[in-house]
Nanobody, 121 residues
Framework: QVQLVESGGGLVQAGGSLRLSCAAS????????GRWYRQAPGKQRELVAA???????NYADSVKGRFTISRDNAKNTVYLQMNSLKPEDTAVYYC???????????????WGQGTQVTVSS
């Protein structure tokens, strides 16, 4: 059973930093592409950042220059470093990844459970 385990959310003051982590539940499951989404109350879920298996990255305009997505293949983990946080960054952040399952020899999309990020003004 593949699970994506998220960690790193919390409460921070405006201008502060947080780092989110998204790890596959077992080392046998390889994360290929990884993405971070967020959903604020009353708003639609939006894509924040994405990273390909080769390491190419893309960002929403609202976070460019402040957020950095990265990966550690040895740890099977995708990160989101968030700097210069603003109150409008407050949301539940979700990890989504394409994970290779060695038993089925196929890649499937999975979601993390979500982690709350709250930025106070």
């Amino acid at each position: 059973q593949v699970q994506l385990v998220e960690s790193g959310g919390g409460l921070v003051q405006a201008g502060g930093s947080l780092r989110l982590s998204c790890a596959a539940s077992s080392i046998i499951f390889s994360i290929n592409a990884g993405r971070w989404y967020r959903q604020a109350p009353g708003k639609q879920r939006e894509l924040v950042a994405a990273i390909t298996s080769g390491g190419s990255t893309n960002y929403a305009d609202s976070v460019k220059g402040r957020f950095t997505i990265s990966r550690d293949n040895a740890k099977n983990t995708v990160y989101l470093q968030m700097n210069s946080l603003k109150p409008e960054d407050t949301a539940v952040y979700y990890c989504n990844a394409e994970v290779y399952h060695p038993v089925y020899r196929n890649t499937y999309s999975y979601w993390g459970q979500g982690t709350q990020v709250t930025v106070s003004s």
